[in-house]
């Protein structure tokens, strides 16, 4: 007698590979144009401060500071606001802000007319358009590729970012030595105008803006605020994060100082170091899709976190000659942490976000994330400023060591996966 087999439902078919996705590859082509220029800019502007307008230690620090800070001024509103409007319109204004803002530096050049004033202005304003790109890029990518899709297309992005450091800050170097800073600046400038035509190109339906009846700017900015602060998980990832921030800035801010004012080095080479932490990023990013389902998305945080911290105390070592390398190791191993910390932090946030509250979580973080980075660069500049630039720099080895410990001391300790839905 036979029987018959009871038939198994069939399986959910994987999702296609993102790279098959058109509008995917355009928007991915946007951000790397955009990303390039920016790591061109980030090499190539303060070593204008340094070589053309012979900034000291302090008005470097405060070049950092100004460009970062914009987060603290208008971070929250610029959430509240992007929740209100279609994503992909605010990331080609602010491209288009950013690109015309940056190019008035090389203009004013040719004519004999750059200061130090001109150059605070141009990196702030920049900054106010960089808000709103960098909390409309995150928003938009849930809508563009689903939320299943977000590990994936966040370690896509991380690893382009990570590419672009290290052909950008490398060129960025070199570009300043073969055709002075004004003009690698105005590299700069065409890569956000090429980012805003590839996103003009992007067709992906997003979903309607929802204002509940009887909502007001203050309230929402509340609201943000009250969903990343009543949730251990998510303070501790931004407790973590601004340690991080702060402590990298303090460092990355005084480099041009050392490299090329004590050191006497190139800055091409200045270039290619900063470049290091761009392959160490990208490691880290290719590797957080192996290391986080093994040990545990929470776990890899603190894990990897610990693992790397004695390492970032060679970056204050470096000297010339050989004595570059062991600072070589120690920032690639720092920035592969980044890495790692990058793509298991942001899918979580997004996943576990409400789309509705997407802008005003991400604004939210940034307010956070980057205003560290402005407090890092004041505090490099008072450092460097009365004790040297490699002072700042041990002040910053010593933040990067700690980093791991609010992840360690939160629920994220022994956390295997995203949860799903509302963040606990």
């Known amino acids: 007698m036979t029987t018959l087999e009871t038939p198994r439902e069939a399986e959910p078919a994987a999702p296609p590979p993102l790279m098959r996705d058109r509008q995917f590859r ?7 144009a955009g990303k ?8 190539a502007i303060p070593l204008l401060a340094v ?15 100004l460009s970062t800070l914009s987060f603290l001024l208008i971070g929250l509103p610029a959430g509240a606001w992007v929740d209100r409007v279609r994503r992909r319109k605010v990331m080609i204004a602010a491209d288009l802000a950013r690109g015309l803002l ?5 203009a004013t050049w040719l004519t004999g007319h750059l200061g130090i004033g001109q150059l605070y202005a141009v990196v702030l304003l920049t900054g ?14 849930p809508a563009l590729v689903g939320r299943e899709q977000l590990p994936a297309a966040n370690a896509t992005l991380v690893g382009m970012d990570a590419l672009n450091q290290i052909a950008g800050r490398s060129a960025g170097g ?15 400038a065409c890569g956000y105008l090429w980012s805003a035509a590839w996103l003009t190109a992007v067709r992906k339906p997003e979903p309607a803006p929802v204002r509940k009846p009887g909502q007001n700017l203050a309230k929402e900015i509340r609201e943000g605020l009250a969903f990343v602060a009543g949730r251990p998980v998510l303070r501790a990832i931004a407790l973590a994060s601004a340690c991080n921030n702060l402590s990298i800035q303090v460092s990355v801010t005084m480099l041009p100082v050392l490299f090329v004012h004590d050191l006497g080095l190139s800055e091409g080479v200045l270039g290619l170091y ?15 899709k192996r290391i986080g389902p093994r040990l545990g998305q929470g776990r890899t945080l603190w894990i990897v976190g610990l693992v790397v911290a004695p390492f970032g105390f060679l970056v204050p070592l470096a000297s010339s000659g050989w004595g570059l390398w062991p600072a070589v190791l120690g920032w690639l191993l720092t920035t592969f942490r980044v890495g790692v910390n990058n793509v298991i932090q942001v899918s979580f946030r997004q996943r576990c976000t409400p789309d509705v509250l997407l802008g005003r979580m991400n604004a939210t973080m940034r307010f956070v994330l980057t205003g560290a980075l402005a407090i890092g660069s004041a505090l490099a500049g008072a450092i460097g400023e009365f004790d040297g630039a490699r002072a700042a720099l041990w002040a910053g080895a010593i933040g990067l060591a700690l980093v791991w410990i609010p992840i360690y001391l939160s629920p994220l ?12």
């Not at 390039?36 to 090499?43: D, K, N, P, R, S």
């Open 274 to 288: 900063l470049a290091v932490g761009g392959l160490g990023v990208l490691l880290g990013s290719r590797a957080a």
């Open 36 to 43: 390039l220029g920016t790591q061109i800019g980030y090499v």
């Open 51 to 65: 070589t053309t307008l012979h900034a000291d230690a302090g008005q470097v620090g405060l070049l950092a500071t």
């Open 128 to 141: 106010v358009a960089t808000v709103f790109a960098d909390v409309g890029q995150q928003s938009f990518l």
């Open 174 to 188: 070199f570009l300043v030595q073969l055709i002075s800073a004004p003009a690698a600046i105005l590299v700069n």
């Open 413 to 424: 300790r022994t956390m295997r996966d995203w949860p799903e839905g509302e963040a606990q």
């Open 102 to 106: 940056l190019a008035s530096v090389p």
């Open 26 to 32: 355009r928007f991915i082509t946007a951000a790397a």
